[in-house]
């Protein structure tokens, strides 16, 4: 099992950057899939990222590619967000997710999840 703490957001101006973390107890990070979802009000949650165990396969959101990067470090088990160029709608509820088997977009397909943090993004 494990335990998943996001860090990280804010309140940030339409154009600014925010690098949000995930923060992962346990020993078997590297061996986790993870990913990134948000949750606006009102709205479901969606994917936003996904990086594979090593780091060497990223996929992303239309609505984010080009903006934002996802990244880790295993040693540190630590998963990193860093968004660029930040739009009032990418104002939510980001949560970290750590799947036991593949790359995947879907919310079911994560296993653990963290409590979120909030991204708030100023017109």
């Known amino acids: 099992q494990v335990q998943l703490v996001e860090s990280g957001g804010g309140l940030v101006q339409a154009g600014g950057s925010l690098r949000l973390s995930c923060a992962a107890s346990?020993?078997?990070?590297?061996?986790?899939?993870m990913g990134w979802f948000r949750q606006a009000p009102g709205k479901e949650r969606e994917f936003v990222a996904t990086?594979?165990?090593?780091?060497?396969?990223?996929y992303y959101a239309d609505s984010v590619k080009g903006r934002f990067t996802i990244s880790r470090d295993n040693a540190k088990n630590t998963m990193y967000l860093q968004m660029n160029s930040l739009k009032p709608g990418d104002t939510a509820v980001y949560y970290c997710?750590?799947?036991?088997?593949?790359?995947?977009?879907?919310?079911?397909?994560?296993?653990?999840w963290g409590q979120g943090t909030q991204v708030t993004v100023s017109s």
């Open positions: 346990g020993r078997t990070f590297s061996s986790y899939v």
């Open positions: 997710a750590a799947s036991k088997t593949r790359l995947t977009t879907m919310r079911g397909g994560y296993d653990y």
């Open positions: 990086i594979s165990w090593n780091g060497g396969s990223t």
